[in-house]
Nanobody, 127 residues
């Protein structure tokens, strides 16, 4: 069982930045999709960014503003969020999903790809 712990959420004004961190148990980035998802009240959980096989993918609303990265030891993944807007307000979750077959970009932001989830960290952006 993969354990994930997020941190770094908080409250910022529009235009500000936050950096989320996710610490994972074990060295698993070589065979796992690592993703960041978010969920607002009344909305479905949506993929924000994912790292897989040396590649990255982003949801259209965050492209150019958010960046996913990981350390060389492959135990931590970050989400750098710049130019935050009120619509970015949500609970943000880190997730891990074991690769099955070749890396597939279309799977990177799908919730069904991921089996392990963190507890979430709240991000609130005020106008």
């Amino acid at each position: 069982q993969v354990q994930l712990v997020e941190s770094g959420g908080g409250s910022v004004q529009a235009g500000g930045s936050l950096r989320l961190s996710c610490v994972a148990s074990g060295d698993l980035f070589g065979n796992y999709y690592m993703g960041w998802f978010r969920q607002s009240p009344g909305k479905e959980r949506e993929g924000v960014a994912a790292s897989f096989g040396g590649m990255a993918d982003y949801a259209d609303p965050v492209k150019g503003r958010f960046t996913i990265s990981q350390d060389n030891a492959k135990t931590t993944v970050w989400l750098q969020m710049n130019s935050l807007q009120p619509e970015d307000t949500a609970m943000y979750y880190c997730a891990a999903g074991r690769r099955s077959g070749a890396w597939a970009r279309y799977r990177a932001l799908q919730t069904g790809t991921y089996k392990s989830w963190g507890q979430g960290t709240q991000v609130t952006v005020s106008s």
